[in-house]
């Protein structure tokens, strides 16, 4: 079956790095995103990988590694707006979104 | 951005109802629409996925009966929760994909719904 795994919740410190892990074992593999949910609303788009290596966008940076079925999402200087939920989805040979549980990041002063 | 809309974005309703939610795609053409519920503190899960002008696929475990699915146009779907009960009381996500970007899903705000 299509399984995604990741972190059930994280804490970190404001300012701080943060690192949320996630592998994967899908039907085919199009591509992974990482989405941002705050409580109450929808998910927004973070990022998309395709290829193997590391994205960076500002203070969120995404990395791939298909041959070992992993990515993480790396937030650096840590802010509180940064506490919200972090879903790690990959989209299969349907081109169907596969979605974890999700990562809720609790950020402490 | 790709813009996708939702409408309500809440309502309550009394049990035996029927609700009505819309999803609209404003500024691109979606062949395909996702439908999502999602319990608190858990992920999303797909109901069905629906193509313009055809009929929607429903993920297991779903009664397309209960959970009506309409794709009319390019930038509109309709999830109709019919006979509502309490227990369907969640947060319902739409997300809509443009015919050329495959890789990418725009998603509504959501729909929180409260059966009484």
């Known amino acids: 079956g299509q399984n995604i795994d990741q972190p059930t919740e994280m804490t970190a410190t404001e300012g701080a790095i943060v690192q949320i892990n996630c592998t994967y074992q899908?039907?085919?593999?199009?591509?992974l995103f990482w989405y941002q949910q705050h409580a109450g609303e929808a998910p927004t788009f973070l990022s998309y990988?395709?290829l193997d290596g590391l994205e960076e966008k500002g203070r969120f940076s995404s990395f791939l590694s298909r041959s070992k079925g992993y990515s993480y999402l790396l937030l650096k200087e840590l802010q509180m707006k940064d506490s919200a939920s972090y879903l790690c989805a990959v989209l299969d040979s349907n081109y169907q979104l596969i979605w974890g549980a999700g990562t809720k990041l609790i950020i402490k002063p | 951005g790709a813009v996708v809309s939702q409408h309500p974005s809440r309502v309550i309703c009394k049990s035996g109802t029927s609700v009505k939610i819309e999803c609209r795609s404003l500024d691109f053409q979606a062949t395909t629409m996702f439908w999502y519920r999602q319990f608190p503190k858990k992920s999303l899960m797909l109901m069905a996925t629906?193509?313009?002008?055809?009929?929607?696929?429903?993920e297991q475990g779903v009664e397309k009966d209960k959970f009506l699915i309409n794709h009319a146009s390019l930038t509109l779907s309709t999830l109709t929760v019919t006979s509502a009960h309490p227990e369907d009381s969640s947060f319902y996500i739409c997300s809509a994909r443009a015919g050329d970007r495959q890789e990418t899903q725009y998603f509504g705000p959501g729909t929180r719904l409260l059966v009484l």
């Open positions: 990988n395709v």
């Open positions: 899908t039907s085919g593999f199009n591509g």
């Open positions: 629906s193509n313009e002008g055809s009929k929607a696929t429903y």
